[in-house]
Protein backbone atom coordinates (compact mmCIF):
# COMPACT_ATOMS: atom_id res chain seq x y z
CA UNK A 1 0.00 0.00 0.00
CA UNK A 2 1.62 3.63 -0.83
CA UNK A 3 0.30 6.61 0.37
CA UNK A 4 1.69 10.15 -1.18
CA UNK A 5 1.45 12.84 1.68
CA UNK A 6 1.79 16.79 0.71
CA UNK A 7 4.66 17.79 2.72
CA UNK A 8 6.13 21.00 3.59
CA UNK A 9 8.69 19.67 5.98
CA UNK A 10 7.45 21.13 9.42
CA UNK A 11 6.71 19.08 12.39
CA UNK A 12 2.90 17.91 11.37
CA UNK A 13 3.64 16.80 8.11
CA UNK A 14 6.68 14.73 9.78
CA UNK A 15 5.19 13.13 12.13
CA UNK A 16 2.79 12.19 9.62
CA UNK A 17 5.37 9.87 7.97
CA UNK A 18 6.15 7.18 11.10
CA UNK A 19 2.08 8.09 11.61
CA UNK A 20 1.25 6.68 7.75
CA UNK A 21 3.50 3.31 7.99
CA UNK A 22 2.22 2.27 11.88
CA UNK A 23 -0.83 3.97 12.47
CA UNK A 24 -2.19 3.44 8.90
CA UNK A 25 -0.23 0.33 7.69
CA UNK A 26 1.47 1.78 4.43
CA UNK A 27 4.75 0.30 3.37
CA UNK A 28 5.50 3.07 1.12
CA UNK A 29 5.32 6.61 1.68
CA UNK A 30 6.18 9.33 -0.59
CA UNK A 31 6.83 12.74 0.51
CA UNK A 32 5.83 15.67 -2.13
CA UNK A 33 6.88 19.41 -1.45
CA UNK A 34 5.28 21.63 -4.01
CA UNK A 35 6.95 25.06 -4.66
CA UNK A 36 4.91 27.88 -4.52
CA UNK A 37 7.12 30.35 -4.19
CA UNK A 38 7.79 29.57 -0.38
CA UNK A 39 11.65 30.40 0.16
CA UNK A 40 14.04 28.48 -1.24
CA UNK A 41 15.49 27.56 1.74
CA UNK A 42 12.47 25.83 2.81
CA UNK A 43 11.64 24.05 -0.41
CA UNK A 44 15.56 22.53 0.07
CA UNK A 45 15.23 21.44 3.82
CA UNK A 46 11.32 19.73 2.74
CA UNK A 47 13.30 17.85 0.27
CA UNK A 48 16.47 17.09 2.87
CA UNK A 49 13.82 16.03 5.44
CA UNK A 50 11.79 13.83 2.81
CA UNK A 51 14.96 12.20 1.84
CA UNK A 52 15.84 11.03 5.43
CA UNK A 53 12.15 10.01 6.58
CA UNK A 54 10.34 9.21 3.36
CA UNK A 55 10.88 5.92 1.00
CA UNK A 56 10.62 8.46 -1.87
CA UNK A 57 10.82 12.35 -2.29
CA UNK A 58 9.79 14.77 -4.83
CA UNK A 59 9.83 18.39 -5.14
CA UNK A 60 7.41 19.46 -7.74
CA UNK A 61 7.39 23.32 -9.65
CA UNK A 62 4.20 24.98 -9.66
CA UNK A 63 4.91 28.87 -9.54
CA UNK A 64 3.80 29.04 -12.42
CA UNK A 65 0.67 27.77 -12.37
CA UNK A 66 0.48 29.62 -8.71
CA UNK A 67 1.21 33.18 -10.63
CA UNK A 68 -1.32 32.10 -12.92
CA UNK A 69 -3.91 31.81 -9.82
CA UNK A 70 -3.09 34.82 -8.49
CA UNK A 71 -3.20 37.09 -11.97
CA UNK A 72 -7.37 36.20 -11.29
CA UNK A 73 -7.43 37.12 -7.79
CA UNK A 74 -5.32 40.33 -9.08
CA UNK A 75 -7.77 40.98 -11.59
CA UNK A 76 -10.72 40.03 -8.74
CA UNK A 77 -8.68 42.30 -6.17
CA UNK A 78 -9.32 38.92 -4.32
CA UNK A 79 -9.98 40.09 -0.14
CA UNK A 80 -11.86 38.34 2.24
CA UNK A 81 -12.76 40.16 4.85
CA UNK A 82 -9.75 41.78 4.80
CA UNK A 83 -7.14 38.96 3.87
CA UNK A 84 -5.57 38.43 0.60
CA UNK A 85 -6.14 34.83 0.32
CA UNK A 86 -2.46 33.89 0.01
CA UNK A 87 -2.71 30.48 1.41
CA UNK A 88 -5.96 29.69 0.29
CA UNK A 89 -5.86 29.98 -3.13
CA UNK A 90 -2.35 28.12 -3.32
CA UNK A 91 -4.03 25.00 -1.24
CA UNK A 92 -6.02 23.77 -5.00
CA UNK A 93 -2.45 24.73 -6.85
CA UNK A 94 -1.14 22.24 -4.31
CA UNK A 95 -3.64 19.59 -4.17
CA UNK A 96 -3.46 19.67 -8.01
CA UNK A 97 0.12 18.41 -7.82
CA UNK A 98 0.07 16.24 -5.20
CA UNK A 99 -2.86 14.37 -7.12
CA UNK A 100 -0.82 14.17 -10.37
CA UNK A 101 1.93 12.58 -8.47
CA UNK A 102 -0.47 10.26 -6.61
CA UNK A 103 -1.58 9.26 -10.13
CA UNK A 104 1.56 8.51 -11.72
CA UNK A 105 2.67 6.53 -8.53
CA UNK A 106 -0.50 4.48 -8.39
CA UNK A 107 -1.22 5.77 -5.26
CA UNK A 108 -3.65 4.17 -3.02
CA UNK A 109 -4.24 7.12 -0.80
CA UNK A 110 -3.14 10.93 -0.22
CA UNK A 111 -2.29 12.43 2.76
CA UNK A 112 -1.95 15.79 4.61
CA UNK A 113 -0.98 17.14 7.60
CA UNK A 114 -3.70 19.83 8.28
CA UNK A 115 -5.57 20.01 11.80
CA UNK A 116 -9.56 19.32 11.71
CA UNK A 117 -10.28 23.43 12.88
CA UNK A 118 -8.83 25.03 10.24
CA UNK A 119 -10.02 25.98 6.20
CA UNK A 120 -6.86 23.77 4.52
CA UNK A 121 -8.45 20.24 5.08
CA UNK A 122 -11.51 21.48 3.37
CA UNK A 123 -9.36 22.95 0.25
CA UNK A 124 -7.22 20.03 0.43
CA UNK A 125 -9.99 16.85 0.22
CA UNK A 126 -11.94 19.26 -1.86
CA UNK A 127 -9.37 18.33 -4.82
CA UNK A 128 -8.47 15.31 -3.23
CA UNK A 129 -12.17 14.05 -3.54
CA UNK A 130 -12.48 15.05 -7.12
CA UNK A 131 -10.04 13.34 -8.24
CA UNK A 132 -11.61 10.10 -6.49
CA UNK A 133 -8.94 9.84 -3.67
CA UNK A 134 -9.21 8.30 -0.50
CA UNK A 135 -7.84 11.09 2.05
CA UNK A 136 -6.11 10.53 5.13
CA UNK A 137 -5.42 13.19 7.85
CA UNK A 138 -3.67 12.24 10.40
CA UNK A 139 -3.62 15.62 12.42
CA UNK A 140 -7.26 15.41 12.17
CA UNK A 141 -8.06 12.24 12.88
CA UNK A 142 -5.37 11.31 15.52
CA UNK A 143 -6.34 14.91 17.08
CA UNK A 144 -2.86 14.98 18.24
CA UNK A 145 -1.30 17.93 20.67
CA UNK A 146 2.09 19.50 20.03
CA UNK A 147 3.47 17.73 22.91
CA UNK A 148 2.54 14.31 21.88
CA UNK A 149 3.96 15.51 18.59
CA UNK A 150 7.20 16.50 19.80
CA UNK A 151 7.46 13.32 22.06
CA UNK A 152 6.94 11.29 19.45
CA UNK A 153 9.37 12.58 16.64
CA UNK A 154 12.19 12.44 19.20
CA UNK A 155 10.85 8.87 20.27
CA UNK A 156 10.97 8.15 15.72
CA UNK A 157 14.92 10.04 16.09
CA UNK A 158 13.46 12.67 14.32
CA UNK A 159 14.41 16.64 14.32
CA UNK A 160 12.34 18.63 16.26
CA UNK A 161 12.69 22.58 14.88
CA UNK A 162 10.42 24.46 17.19
CA UNK A 163 11.03 25.42 20.27
CA UNK A 164 8.57 26.45 23.11
CA UNK A 165 9.51 30.24 22.87
CA UNK A 166 8.24 30.14 18.83
CA UNK A 167 5.72 28.04 18.67
CA UNK A 168 4.04 29.96 15.32
CA UNK A 169 2.46 27.66 12.66
CA UNK A 170 3.56 29.80 9.48
CA UNK A 171 2.30 29.39 5.78
CA UNK A 172 4.70 31.21 3.39
CA UNK A 173 4.32 31.22 -0.54
CA UNK A 174 4.93 34.24 -3.06
CA UNK A 175 2.18 36.25 -2.08
CA UNK A 176 1.94 35.72 1.54
CA UNK A 177 3.08 35.29 4.89
CA UNK A 178 0.63 33.82 7.44
CA UNK A 179 1.48 33.69 11.09
CA UNK A 180 -1.12 31.90 13.45
CA UNK A 181 -1.04 29.96 17.19
CA UNK A 182 1.14 30.49 19.90
CA UNK A 183 0.60 33.94 21.80
CA UNK A 184 -1.51 35.38 19.04
CA UNK A 185 -4.15 32.89 19.65
CA UNK A 186 -5.34 35.75 22.73
CA UNK A 187 -6.71 38.66 20.41
CA UNK A 188 -6.22 41.06 23.17
CA UNK A 189 -1.73 40.14 22.91
CA UNK A 190 -0.31 42.39 20.96
CA UNK A 191 2.01 40.64 18.14
CA UNK A 192 5.95 40.76 19.02
CA UNK A 193 7.72 42.14 15.82
CA UNK A 194 9.61 38.58 15.89
CA UNK A 195 6.78 37.51 13.94
CA UNK A 196 7.55 39.73 10.84
CA UNK A 197 10.20 38.48 8.02
CA UNK A 198 9.40 39.90 5.19
CA UNK A 199 8.49 43.80 6.47
CA UNK A 200 9.77 46.22 8.35
CA UNK A 201 8.77 47.79 11.37
CA UNK A 202 6.83 51.10 9.81
CA UNK A 203 8.38 53.48 12.48
CA UNK A 204 11.79 51.99 11.36
CA UNK A 205 11.44 52.25 7.34
CA UNK A 206 12.96 54.59 6.10
CA UNK A 207 12.63 58.35 6.13
CA UNK A 208 11.82 59.10 2.42
CA UNK A 209 9.33 58.08 0.38
CA UNK A 210 9.53 55.80 -2.73
CA UNK A 211 7.28 55.97 -5.65
CA UNK A 212 7.02 52.84 -7.90
CA UNK A 213 5.24 52.93 -11.40
CA UNK A 214 3.21 49.61 -12.08
CA UNK A 215 1.75 48.94 -15.36
CA UNK A 216 -0.93 47.07 -16.25
CA UNK A 217 -2.37 44.99 -19.05
CA UNK A 218 -5.62 43.51 -19.46
CA UNK A 219 -5.36 43.65 -15.77
CA UNK A 220 -2.19 42.06 -15.20
CA UNK A 221 0.73 43.66 -13.72
CA UNK A 222 3.41 43.64 -16.55
CA UNK A 223 6.10 46.05 -15.31
CA UNK A 224 7.49 48.03 -11.84
CA UNK A 225 9.31 52.00 -13.22
CA UNK A 226 9.01 50.84 -16.76
CA UNK A 227 10.88 47.39 -16.39
CA UNK A 228 9.20 44.35 -17.92
CA UNK A 229 9.15 41.15 -15.91
CA UNK A 230 7.19 37.93 -15.67
CA UNK A 231 4.66 37.55 -12.77
CA UNK A 232 7.12 35.83 -10.93
CA UNK A 233 9.74 38.69 -10.38
CA UNK A 234 7.95 41.55 -10.44
CA UNK A 235 5.39 40.09 -7.20
CA UNK A 236 9.09 39.06 -5.68
CA UNK A 237 10.29 43.06 -6.65
CA UNK A 238 7.44 44.47 -4.96
CA UNK A 239 7.62 42.35 -2.05
CA UNK A 240 11.00 43.67 -1.69
CA UNK A 241 10.16 47.43 -1.72
CA UNK A 242 7.27 46.80 -0.03
CA UNK A 243 8.87 45.01 2.67
CA UNK A 244 11.18 47.78 2.82
CA UNK A 245 8.33 50.38 3.69
CA UNK A 246 6.68 48.34 5.87
CA UNK A 247 3.86 47.79 3.93
CA UNK A 248 1.41 44.86 4.09
CA UNK A 249 0.75 43.90 7.85
CA UNK A 250 -2.38 42.49 8.52
CA UNK A 251 -3.93 41.64 11.59
CA UNK A 252 -7.38 40.60 12.19
CA UNK A 253 -10.53 38.44 13.29
CA UNK A 254 -11.45 35.97 10.47
CA UNK A 255 -14.52 33.59 10.15
CA UNK A 256 -13.09 30.27 9.66
CA UNK A 257 -15.51 28.27 6.50
CA UNK A 258 -16.57 26.19 9.51
CA UNK A 259 -17.47 29.11 12.03
CA UNK A 260 -15.14 29.66 14.08
CA UNK A 261 -13.88 32.69 14.44
CA UNK A 262 -9.51 32.95 14.64
CA UNK A 263 -7.17 35.20 15.42
CA UNK A 264 -5.25 36.06 11.86
CA UNK A 265 -1.70 38.40 11.46
CA UNK A 266 -0.04 38.36 7.81
CA UNK A 267 2.38 40.18 6.07
CA UNK A 268 2.42 40.53 2.41
CA UNK A 269 4.07 43.74 0.45
CA UNK A 270 3.17 42.97 -3.00
CA UNK A 271 -0.15 41.96 -2.53
CA UNK A 272 -1.13 45.42 -1.23
CA UNK A 273 0.51 47.70 -3.54
CA UNK A 274 -0.62 45.42 -6.56
CA UNK A 275 -3.90 45.52 -5.64
CA UNK A 276 -3.92 48.85 -4.64
CA UNK A 277 -2.63 49.86 -7.66
CA UNK A 278 -5.69 47.76 -9.60
CA UNK A 279 -8.31 49.21 -7.91
CA UNK A 280 -7.18 52.82 -8.69
CA UNK A 281 -6.75 51.85 -12.65
CA UNK A 282 -10.41 49.95 -12.43
CA UNK A 283 -11.59 53.51 -11.37
CA UNK A 284 -10.11 55.45 -14.28
CA UNK A 285 -11.39 53.11 -16.48
CA UNK A 286 -14.35 51.40 -15.83
CA UNK A 287 -17.92 52.84 -15.68
CA UNK A 288 -19.48 53.76 -12.28
CA UNK A 289 -21.99 50.50 -13.01
CA UNK A 290 -19.56 48.46 -13.71
CA UNK A 291 -17.14 48.81 -10.57
CA UNK A 292 -20.72 48.80 -8.18
CA UNK A 293 -21.35 44.97 -9.76
CA UNK A 294 -17.72 43.81 -9.79
CA UNK A 295 -17.55 44.58 -6.34
CA UNK A 296 -20.15 42.02 -5.69
CA UNK A 297 -18.57 39.75 -7.76
CA UNK A 298 -15.47 40.37 -6.35
CA UNK A 299 -17.50 39.04 -3.16
CA UNK A 300 -18.30 36.32 -4.12
CA UNK A 301 -15.23 35.10 -6.08
CA UNK A 302 -13.33 36.13 -2.68
CA UNK A 303 -15.75 33.76 -0.82
CA UNK A 304 -15.04 30.91 -3.09
CA UNK A 305 -11.37 31.54 -3.13
CA UNK A 306 -11.35 30.96 0.63
CA UNK A 307 -13.53 28.13 0.42
CA UNK A 308 -11.30 26.86 -2.16
CA UNK A 309 -13.95 26.12 -4.66
CA UNK A 310 -12.40 26.99 -7.36
CA UNK A 311 -13.58 24.08 -9.42
CA UNK A 312 -17.30 25.64 -8.84
CA UNK A 313 -18.49 26.37 -12.33
CA UNK A 314 -19.67 29.60 -10.49
CA UNK A 315 -15.98 30.60 -9.91
CA UNK A 316 -15.08 30.37 -14.11
CA UNK A 317 -18.30 31.91 -14.91
CA UNK A 318 -17.23 35.14 -12.39
CA UNK A 319 -13.52 34.71 -13.98
CA UNK A 320 -15.66 35.36 -17.41
CA UNK A 321 -16.97 38.10 -16.13
CA UNK A 322 -13.99 40.35 -14.73
CA UNK A 323 -12.08 38.74 -17.86
CA UNK A 324 -14.78 41.22 -19.70
CA UNK A 325 -14.26 44.06 -17.43
CA UNK A 326 -10.31 43.96 -17.59
CA UNK A 327 -10.04 44.00 -21.37
CA UNK A 328 -9.89 47.96 -20.72
CA UNK A 329 -7.71 47.80 -17.70
CA UNK A 330 -4.28 48.70 -19.47
CA UNK A 331 -2.41 51.65 -18.17
CA UNK A 332 -0.26 52.16 -15.58
CA UNK A 333 -0.60 53.98 -11.72
CA UNK A 334 2.52 55.56 -9.47
CA UNK A 335 1.97 54.95 -5.93
CA UNK A 336 3.68 56.37 -3.10
CA UNK A 337 5.00 54.31 -0.01
CA UNK A 338 5.61 55.51 3.35
CA UNK A 339 6.12 54.18 6.36
CA UNK A 340 3.62 51.10 5.99
CA UNK A 341 1.13 53.25 3.91
CA UNK A 342 0.83 52.88 0.04
CA UNK A 343 -1.08 56.00 -1.92
CA UNK A 344 -1.68 55.74 -5.30
CA UNK A 345 -0.17 59.52 -6.64
CA UNK A 346 -0.83 59.22 -10.28
CA UNK A 347 -2.58 57.45 -13.12
CA UNK A 348 -2.97 56.82 -16.58
CA UNK A 349 -4.85 54.85 -19.12
CA UNK A 350 -5.73 54.62 -23.17
CA UNK A 351 -8.93 54.02 -21.63
CA UNK A 352 -9.69 56.24 -19.36
CA UNK A 353 -13.33 57.90 -18.96
CA UNK A 354 -12.27 60.90 -17.19
CA UNK A 355 -12.27 64.21 -19.62
CA UNK A 356 -10.15 66.65 -18.17
CA UNK A 357 -12.06 69.56 -20.61
CA UNK A 358 -15.43 68.44 -19.13
CA UNK A 359 -14.53 67.90 -15.34
CA UNK A 360 -12.31 70.81 -14.98
CA UNK A 361 -13.39 74.55 -13.41
CA UNK A 362 -11.18 76.03 -16.28
CA UNK A 363 -12.70 74.83 -19.51
CA UNK A 364 -15.73 75.06 -21.08
CA UNK A 365 -16.26 72.11 -22.79
CA UNK A 366 -19.62 71.72 -21.40
CA UNK A 367 -22.40 73.96 -21.33
CA UNK A 368 -23.32 74.18 -17.30
CA UNK A 369 -26.92 75.78 -17.87
CA UNK A 370 -28.07 72.56 -19.08
CA UNK A 371 -27.13 71.19 -15.57
CA UNK A 372 -29.95 73.52 -14.09
CA UNK A 373 -32.56 71.40 -15.87
CA UNK A 374 -31.13 67.82 -14.24
CA UNK A 375 -30.54 69.53 -11.37
CA UNK A 376 -34.70 70.38 -11.61
CA UNK A 377 -35.54 66.73 -11.45
CA UNK A 378 -32.71 65.11 -8.61
CA UNK A 379 -34.16 64.93 -5.71
CA UNK A 380 -37.51 65.45 -6.74
CA UNK A 381 -39.16 61.68 -4.86
CA UNK A 382 -37.26 63.42 -1.46
CA UNK A 383 -39.18 67.03 -2.04
CA UNK A 384 -42.25 65.34 -2.77
CA UNK A 385 -42.10 63.25 0.52
CA UNK A 386 -40.48 65.79 2.49
CA UNK A 387 -43.73 68.15 1.83
CA UNK A 388 -46.42 65.21 3.23
CA UNK A 389 -44.49 64.52 6.16
CA UNK A 390 -43.15 67.71 8.02
CA UNK A 391 -41.97 65.77 11.30
N1 LIG B 1 -6.36 31.73 7.91
C1 LIG B 1 -5.71 31.57 6.65
C2 LIG B 1 -6.54 30.72 5.75
O1 LIG B 1 -7.42 30.06 6.17
C3 LIG B 1 -4.31 31.08 6.79
C4 LIG B 1 -4.10 29.66 7.13
C5 LIG B 1 -2.67 29.43 7.34
N2 LIG B 1 -2.37 28.07 7.46
C6 LIG B 1 -1.38 27.62 8.23
N3 LIG B 1 -1.16 26.35 8.23
N4 LIG B 1 -0.64 28.42 8.98
O2 LIG B 1 -6.33 30.76 4.58
Not at 188 to 197: L, R, T, V
Not at 225 to 239: A, T
Not at 247 to 271: C, I, Q, S
Not at 379 to 388: A, N
Request: proline share 4%; aromatic share 10%.
Amino acid sequence: MKVVLSYSGGLDTTVCIPLLREKYGFDEVITVTVNVGQPENDVKEAERKGKIYADKHLTVDATSEFVEMLFKLIKANGDYEGYILGTAIARPVIAEKIVEVAKKERANAVAHGCTGKGNDQLRFDNIFYQHGFNVIAPMRELDLTREWEIEYAKEKGIEVPATKEKPYSIDENLWSRSIEGGNLENPEFIPPEEIYEWTTEPSEAPDNSETVKIEFEKGIPVSINDKKMDGLRLIRELNEIGGRHGVGRTDLMEDRVLGLKARENYEHPAATIMITAHRDLEKLVLSRKELKFKKIVEEEWAELAYRGLVNEPLFNALNAFIDETQKRVTGWVKLKLFKGSVLPVARYSKFSLYREEMTSFDKKAIDQKYAEGFSKFHGLQGRLYREMWKD
